[in-house]
């Protein structure tokens, strides 16, 4: 099966064409593109030559884009008002560079316990309007499992969609597999509390299009490499083959460069960059082998 990566560390350091560059030399075959960070800045300017550039670089090195992550942060109104009209641009890009699935965070306000209903409503309508847009670029929205600090204790708790349940429910009152899917955060289930494998036993193949794969240490959301914190990557390896995934093993764990691993803040240089892509390739593919032996039962 696939395995890929984000770009968002490496386009910012080196600029996304380099980024391309680096990890298609170290491996992977297919990419995830951060258009959260220093590549969406296109989406403000010619944004359709920016788009043909990354794909000529990506056709060069022989390596396709296969989901992307939308912009996102800066609170509830900026991201209404100044993030999501910016969509339109940031599907047609995702248009040229063929990519399938395109990761929206869902809107996010307030204090998720004791207001779910309300939220999910909200979101429902958010997503359902966003439908049309998806479809003309042939594009499908991945909504993601979130969470945010509890008020008092700061501690990481649900916000909109972390239950499994409730991500299930979304992307059934949606109705519209043609236009939507699911990624689950792997993190995010783990820092709520919950145990991954579950979480994809929960949502099932049906439902389940992709993935963001970074491991905890179910305190802080550290986005660093699997086997650097503490989620039993086995079991998840597991779940994945049981339930016949057949997605990207998508990492999102640019946190492992930063060095976010068990508290360490520090991080590589970014000379060394280039090798720490080639481990974390061969990290991401043992993850896709693994699964693989899972789906024709070789582990049972």
């Not at 991201?79 to 047609?92: C, N, Q």
């Not at 670029?137 to 499994?164: F, S, Y």
Request: proline share 4%.
């Amino acid at each position: 099966m696939l395995y890929s990566t984000q770009t968002l560390e490496l386009a910012r350091n080196f600029g996304i064409l380099t980024a391309i560059d680096i990890l298609a030399e170290a491996g992977f075959s297919a990419l995830d593109l951060s258009l959260d960070g220093e590549v969406g800045k296109i989406l403000d300017g010619d944004y359709i030559t920016a788009a043909n550039e990354i794909k000529k670089r990506a056709d060069e090195k022989g390596v396709s884009f296969i989901q992307a992550h939308a912009p996102f942060g800066g609170g509830y109104d900026y991201y209404l008002g100044t993030t999501v009209p910016k969509f339109p641009a940031m599907l047609e890009v995702c248009k040229i560079l063929g990519i399938k699935y395109v990761v929206i965070h869902p809107l996010q306000t307030g204090r998720y316990y004791g207001n779910e209903e309300k939220l999910f409503e909200m979101n429902l309508k958010f997503y359902s309007a966003l439908a049309p847009l998806a479809k003309s670029a042939g594009v499908k929205i991945a909504i993601e499992n979130m969470w945010q600090r509890h008020p008092v204790t700061k501690a990481i708790c649900d916000d909109v969609l972390a239950p499994p349940e409730e991500l299930c429910r979304m992307y059934d009152a949606l109705a519209d597999p043609e236009a939507f899917t699911v990624c689950l955060d792997l993190g995010h289930v783990a820092l709520c509390g919950r145990e991954p494998q579950d979480a994809i036993r929960i949502i099932g193949r049906e439902r389940l299009g992709t993935l963001h794969v970074h491991d905890v240490d179910y305190v802080s959301d550290l986005h660093t490499l699997p086997g650097c914190g503490k989620i039993n990557w086995d079991s998840v390896c597991q779940a994945l083959g049981e339930i016949n995934y057949t997605g990207s093993i998508n990492l999102e764990a640019d946190g492992f460069f930063r060095g976010l691993s068990l508290g360490n803040e520090r991080g590589f240089f970014p000379e060394v960059y280039r090798e720490a892509s080639r481990f974390m390739a061969v990290v991401s593919k043992s993850l896709a082998d693994k699964v693989d032996l899972y789906r024709i039962g070789l582990f049972y």
